[in-house]
């Protein structure tokens, strides 16, 4: 999908459509409840429900629990045509997507109405831009990547499939973040750094130098954890 360069009319045109399609919520837990916010806020999409691993709730922020996994199949026969794996962890939401994507949903581009997305931006099939993330232009978000609230991703950044941008993190034009990489909530990484495959930066932590793929860093600047 590429967004456009959304000026405020373009953000109303699109979250002021009709709802005419409904989506499945997959997750209960903290994030299902930002990805049901989100919903909520753009008003794009009707919302079927949450289904959860292991249901414990009746109802997340007014919507139905509808049971587990067995339900999918149900589901997409009673004309639900989407479906969004809400799971903060990066693994473990491209695993819930391929099971989603199997029984036949698609994975919508999700973001929120208070989002500010810049020229140029291409972000890819089920990725989430949480509220007030920044997303400069010619950034490119990549398939189930999460940008989460309050993240400013910049100009010519590059987030590859599932990575995760934690709410208040700072990317710096040209960064790059790997497939399955978690950036930390308030990190920060300088201009052009690149951070590998599923490497963690610890909250909090300055990123001035590369991060080698399934490393852990934290601290100012970055150094090697455990």
């Known amino acids: 999908m590429v967004v456009p360069a959304w000026a405020a009319p373009g953000i109303a045109s699109y979250y002021g459509r009709m709802a005419t399609e409904s989506i499945l919520v997959l997750g209960a837990g903290g994030h299902g409840k930002a990805v049901l916010d989100l919903l909520m806020a753009g008003r794009a999409w009707r919302i079927a429900g949450v289904v959860d691993a292991v249901p414990r709730l009746a109802s997340v922020l007014g919507h139905p629990v509808l049971g587990d996994e067995t339900r999918l199949a149900a589901l997409r026969q009673a004309g639900v045509t989407a479906a969004h794996p809400a799971i903060g962890a990066n693994a473990a939401r491209l ?52 940008v989460n609230s309050g993240a400013i991703v910049e100009h010519d950044c590059v987030l590859e499939d599932a990575a995760h941008v934690g709410p208040g993190a700072v990317l710096a034009g040209g960064a790059r973040v790997g497939a399955g990489a978690l950036i930390g909530a308030g990190a920060v990484l300088a201009p052009g750094v690149s951070v590998g495959a599923g490497a963690v930066v610890a909250a909090g932590t300055a990123v001035v130098a590369d991060v080698p793929s399934g490393a852990r860093v934290g601290g100012v600047p970055a150094r090697p954890l455990g």
Do not use: S
Request: hydrophobic share 65%.
């Open 95 to 146: 695993a819930a997507a391929a099971r989603l994507a199997a029984a036949g949903f698609a994975l919508p581009t999700l973001i929120h109405p208070a989002a500010v997305i810049g020229a140029a931006v291409v972000v890819e099939e089920g990725a989430v831009v949480m509220a007030r993330a920044v997303i400069g232009p010619e950034a490119r978000i990549g398939r189930l990547a999460l």
